[in-house]
Structure formats: structure tokens, C-alpha cells
T-cell receptor, first 113, second 113 residues
Framework: AQSVAQPEDQVNVAEGNPLTVKCTYS??????LFWYVQYPNRGLQFLLK??????LVKGSYGFEAEFNKSQTSFHLKKPSALVSDSALYFC???????????FGRGTSLIVHP | DGGITQSPKYLFRKEGQNVTLSCEQN?????MYWYRQDPGQGLRLIYY???????QKGDIAEGYSVSREKKESFPLTVTSAQKNPTAFYLC????????????FGPGTRLTVL
């Protein structure tokens, strides 16, 4: 079985400050991990993924995520937040033996000017 | 332009009517998916298809039906048996390998009057 948790419904950060959006997962095998972003009334856009290799993954728009196997986490980070980063962020996990991802409930990121 | 399209963007339905949501992709992806998104509930899988002429129920398939007669197309019918159909519907596609990310359409917002 696979599952993913995003423990924060909302994250507030000031523009220019670093941001972190948290994600933890559970799988029986090796995980494939994904982050997506959704702007209002739009579809999801892929940001980055972890398959194997380096624990720090770099993605679109300056975002990065750190895979931590011992803590079963895959937190999304950005060194300096922009107001335009305000959106809904989804973490997803696929067990290596599964074709279907499981999505978290989403975290609303609000960046204040 | 390569991508995945959904139509219409907004759809209004009277109770008791069936409606069909369109999803087309020109990415040459084998796998296609339908999700329902409700506020605070993340994405819930309705149906998915890994290959033409084959599809599987997801977590909330009751009251929905699909077909996959062409690789490019995966229409979703919301039947009158669906008790609470008002929601945002997202279609996605991907290569079948588990490490591959999904590409999402822009979504269809269905409102039952």
C-alpha cells in the first residue's frame, strides 16, 4: 500500500523568505515522488520528481526538494519566495510496483508581499 | 502544440441528465486518468486506462463511465446515478512507466443545477 501526507493545509511566508512545504510518504518498496503545482481553476503542473540518485532534486521555477529515506519525507523548498508562487501544491507518491500515484490533499502556499 | 485538452471548461447540467466530458491528448501517452477534485479533498481517482480498449475503476467510479476507443481520447460520462456530481474534473496522461510524471489538462468545472 502507498500513502502520502501533507500535514499543513496552508503555509504562509513573506516574499523573499525561504519556503518549505512538507510531504511524508509510506510505500512498501522504493518510492517515486512528485511535486505538482495548481493555480486557481487550472490543471496541475509538474514541478519535479525523485526516482533515484541524488537526494536533492531541482525542478522548475527555482523549486527543489530533498528526499530523506530515513524520515520518509520529500519536502519542497525554495530559497526566496515570490508572490507569484502562491498556489496549491500537491505531493504524490508511486510505489515502484504501481502504475497509479497517490496524491496528498494539497497545501495552499500564500506568499505575502 | 503538444498537450492535453479538456472541453468544455464549464458545464452546467440539470439533475437527471447524463453529460460527457472530453479529454484528448497528442503526447502519444498510453496511460490516461480521470480525477475529481473537491475543496480540501485533493485528487480522487475515478477511472484510469493503461492501454486502448482497456480501463479500470479507481476509488470513486460509481456513477461514472468511460471509454477508450482511441489512444488519444478518454471521455468521461457523468451519469444521473452520480449523487453529487458538482466538482472540478481533471484528466491526465502519462507514459506507463511508474517513474513518469503525469500531464494534466486544464479541467472542466461541472455544476448541477
Amino acid at each position: 500500500a502507498q500513502s502520502v501526507a501533507q500535514p499543513e493545509d496552508q503555509v504562509n511566508v513573506a516574499e523573499g523568505n525561504p519556503l518549505t512545504v512538507k510531504c511524508t510518504y509510506s510505500v512498501s518498496g522504493n518510492p517515486y515522488l512528485f511535486w505538482y503545482v495548481q493555480y486557481p481553476n487550472r490543471g496541475l503542473q509538474f514541478l519535479l520528481k525523485y526516482i533515484t540518485g541524488d537526494n536533492l532534486v531541482k525542478g522548475s521555477y527555482g523549486f527543489e526538494a530533498e528526499f530523506n529515506k530515513s524520515q520518509t519525507s520529500f519536502h519542497l523548498k525554495k530559497p526566496s519566495a515570490l508572490v507569484s508562487d502562491s498556489a496549491l501544491y500537491f505531493c504524490a507518491v508511486r510505489d515502484w510496483g504501481s502504475y497509479i500515484p497517490t496524491f496528498g490533499r494539497g497545501t495552499s502556499l500564500i506568499v505575502h508581499p | 502544440d503538444g498537450g492535453i485538452t479538456q472541453s468544455p471548461k464549464y458545464l452546467f447540467r440539470k439533475e437527471g441528465q447524463n453529460v460527457t466530458l472530453s479529454c484528448e491528448q497528442n503526447l502519444n501517452h498510453d496511460a490516461m486518468y480521470w480525477y475529481r477534485q473537491d475543496p480540501g479533498q485533493g485528487l480522487r481517482l475515478i477511472y484510469y486506462s493503461q492501454i486502448v480498449n482497456d480501463f479500470q475503476k479507481g476509488d470513486i467510479a460509481e456513477g461514472y463511465s468511460v471509454s477508450r476507443e482511441k489512444k488519444e481520447s478518454f471521455p468521461l460520462t457523468v451519469t444521473s446515478a452520480q449523487k453529487n456530481p458538482t466538482a472540478f474534473y481533471l484528466c491526465a496522461s502519462s507514459l506507463t512507466s511508474g517513474s513518469n510524471e503525469q500531464f494534466f489538462g486544464p479541467g472542466t468545472r461541472l455544476t448541477v443545477l
